[in-house]
């Protein structure tokens, strides 16, 4: 397994590790215990580290493609260069029935700016986020996504995505994207 997929078996894994927590009833010295293992698996995991404070580390894939903890993944069903569709569930720790709303456009805006930064474009950075809520999003089911560039000008792109249940509209976002300028230097 490569390091990329491994990176994303490991964030599966803690994915799966958030909900299962969201959802149990331990009792305290069973809540301390795991604390404790926790806390272990985190300064194993900083001492893996080698690159100095606030540096990025060098790696073999482009982080910013990977799966993260703090979305739900998003299973990428097809994309070019101008577009992104795919399917994607809020699982449990977003909320019990319903994801909490501030995933949703965290969601929308991960998806995004995967977009924006695909290919061969220089890596861009978001300026402006506007999200409609349309309908209540619901959890443990699975949803479509579709996110597309509206637009490339110069250092400035515009992208916008859609969220659905089904035939129904739940949420969608239009967001500003700012590509890194050049160093001159």
């Not at 927590?21 to 305290?28: C, G, T």
């Not at 215990?33 to 690159?51: F, M, N, P």
């Not at 979305?71 to 809020?90: E, K, L, Y």
């Not at 061969?120 to 402006?128: G, K, L, V």
Request: charged letters at 25%; glycine letters at 10%.
């Amino acid at each position: 397994m490569d390091d990329a997929l491994a990176h994303d078996d490991m964030t599966d894994a803690l994915i799966g590790l958030l909900d299962g927590v969201a959802q149990s009833q331990m009792d305290a010295p069973t809540l301390r215990a795991l604390a404790g293992e926790l806390r272990a698996w985190t300064q194993r995991i900083k001492a893996a580290s080698t690159g100095a404070p606030g540096q990025p580390e060098p790696r073999g894939f482009d982080l910013i493609q990977r799966r993260g903890a703090l979305t739900p993944p998003v299973t990428i069903i097809a994309q070019d260069d101008r577009s992104m569709r795919g399917v994607v569930t809020f699982g449990q720790r977003f909320g019990p029935e319903k994801p909490h709303g501030g995933a949703i456009p965290l969601l929308l805006l991960d998806v995004m700016g995967r977009l924006v930064n695909s290919g061969a474009r220089p890596r861009s950075y978001t300026a402006q986020l506007l999200t409609h809520f349309r309908s209540v999003t619901p959890a443990d089911t699975e949803l479509g996504v579709r996110a597309w560039l509206v637009a490339e000008d110069g250092r400035k792109r515009r992208a916008r995505i859609e969220l659905w249940h089904n035939e129904r509209l739940c949420a969608e976002a239009e967001g500003l994207f700012i590509a890194a300028a050049t160093d001159p230097g």
